[in-house]
């Protein structure tokens, strides 16, 4: 079975930064892509940025040159590094991840969201 766990979430001023976590475990083979997508009220689960095992990212244009994605592939752990926030940005954010695990299954994997408020 596999987990992800995220951590940072929290309420913000507006212009204000947050760094969340999500850490992968169980049995896990092999870390594919990983990424955040967030939903807010009253809306779609929608991408926020991805990440390939490798260096090559993806971000929704709403968060371009605001947002890093990184990975940690010896912790199995995804961030995503969020400045100069914006109400618009609140939502709960989630983790998701491309698993390959110890039975050579491939499934895809979801944290169970962490809450971003950003407000004054």
């Known amino acids: 079975q596999v987990q992800l766990v995220e951590s940072g979430g929290g309420l913000v001023q507006p212009g204000g930064s947050l760094r969340l976590s999500c850490a992968a475990s169980g049995t896990i083979f092999r870390l594919n892509a990983m990424g955040w997508y967030r939903q807010g009220p009253g809306m779609q689960r929608e991408l926020v940025a991805r990440i390939t095992t490798g260096v090559s990212t993806d971000y929704a244009d709403s968060v371009k040159g605001r947002f890093t994605i990184s990975r940690d592939n010896a912790r199995n752990t995804v961030y995503l590094q969020m400045n100069s926030l914006k109400p618009e940005d609140t939502a709960v954010y989630y983790c998701?991840?491309?698993?390959?695990?110890?039975?050579?299954?491939?499934?895809?994997?979801w944290g169970q969201g962490t809450q971003v408020t950003v407000s004054s």
């Open positions: 998701n991840a491309d698993v390959l695990d110890w039975y050579n299954r491939r499934d895809e994997h």
